[in-house]
């Protein structure tokens, strides 16, 4: 077995090739339940985001139960009467609130015919690559983060954006609308934004506030917590739609297949869009943890979590045209992978520089 340190490079490796494989799974999996055709389901996307959402959400809160991850080393306590719980809570838990946003919004903004699947999942991620090195800045100057940022992560950040701004202009020849130019998109895309730009700084900060004497590896304390809290969420809000739509009658073009999903399932179909989407749940563990990495600048972080997406993402699209006749992967897409790669590359130089700069720090 390939055994790794915490915080060394082959457990980045570990972490980003356990990413790619459950990414390709959710991406296939995406693209065949929201296809047509013989055999093919052709569900709305708000009916794969409720059976998607529940089996995911469901399967990462059940692990960390099980495991009792929830139970956390905290550097002070808080005493409310009779009950006692770490601080750490009280950041943790609005993180989590975040993560019930982003995963919504995330399925909402590929259910707008105002832009595609492709051109919404890299906006997405262009998003967050931002949002990392902005964050870092922040809390460089804050002195909350006691390292610098490589020029080499500053130029795969260049070259990530060259690759998905290519993707959103090509998408002007497509049929599909600009999607700036549309305020249900703007309104989603800004809930997405907020909910993970919050998201990620709490996150750096729990990892770069950590005290030495406290355990490192508390990064499954915070998943587990965040990972109630969002799933808690997820699913008081679903039944306060669910009897809103049940008592009044509500219908609208996304609640009302949200809400038949549950009051009346799709034949032959429902159970198996559940048991595929559990791949997501197990991505949202590679990706926390990713995220989260020993050592690393949050624009680090978020280049190796969003570049791996993006490549995984590719691969999906050419698995689905070579199995399932989809869509056949386009100049732009190909020249835009040139570009991730290129990306990486500057990645893998600044790795290099970091492991190195960590084993110095350990040294003395």
């Given at each position: 077995m390939w055994r790794t340190d915490e915080g060394s490079t082959g457990r980045l490796i570990q972490l980003c090739i356990g990413y790619f494989i459950f990414y390709i799974i959710t991406g296939l999996s995406v693209k065949f339940f929201l296809s047509t055709g013989i055999g093919r389901p052709g569900m709305n996307g708000m009916e794969y985001l409720f059976y998607s959402t529940a089996s995911s959400t469901l399967l990462a809160t059940s692990v960390v139960l099980f495991l009792k991850w929830y139970r956390m080393e905290s550097v002070k306590r808080i005493t409310l009467g009779k009950i006692s719980f770490p601080s750490e809570f009280l950041y943790i838990i609005p993180s989590g609130i975040?993560?019930?946003?982003?995963?919504?919004?995330?399925?909402?903004?590929?259910?707008?015919?105002?832009?595609?699947?492709?051109?919404?999942?890299?906006?997405?991620?262009g998003a967050v690559i931002v949002i990392g090195r902005i964050v870092d800045a922040i809390q460089i100057r804050q002195g909350i983060l006691h390292k610098k940022v490589y020029q080499e992560e500053n130029i795969a950040i260049v070259f990530a954006l060259l690759a998905i701004s290519i993707k959103v202009l090509s998408s002007s020849g497509n049929g599909k609308a600009n999607p700036f130019t549309s305020l249900p998109v703007m309104i989603i895309f800004g809930s997405y934004i907020i909910a993970y730009a919050i998201r990620i700084y709490i996150m750096n900060y729990y990892k770069n506030t950590r005290p030495k004497n406290v355990k490192f590896n508390n990064n499954k304390s915070f998943f587990a917590v965040e990972q109630i809290t969002s799933t808690t969420t997820?699913?008081?809000?679903?039944?306060?739609?669910?009897?809103?739509?049940k008592t009044t009658g509500w219908s609208g073009e996304r609640i009302m297949p949200f809400a038949n999903s549950f009051f009346h399932p799709i034949a032959g179909w429902w159970y198996w869009a559940m048991i595929f989407g559990t791949a997501f749940g197990v991505v949202a563990f590679f990706s926390v943890f990713i995220f989260m990495f020993r050592g690393r600048t949050a624009t680090f972080a978020g280049l190796v979590n969003r570049l791996t997406s993006l490549i995984a993402g590719t691969v999906s699209t050419l698995i689905f045209w070579l199995a399932f006749s989809g869509k056949k992967p386009i100049i732009v897409d190909w020249i835009s992978l040139i570009f991730i790669l290129t990306a990486v590359s500057f990645i893998a130089v600044a790795e290099k520089k970091r492991s190195r700069e960590l084993a110095l720090n350990e040294s003395r």
């Open positions: 975040c993560t019930a946003i982003v995963i919504p919004t995330t399925t909402l903004m590929y259910s707008f015919g105002a832009i595609s699947v492709m051109v919404a999942m890299v906006i997405m991620r997820l699913y008081l809000i679903t039944i306060i739609l669910l009897t809103i739509v």
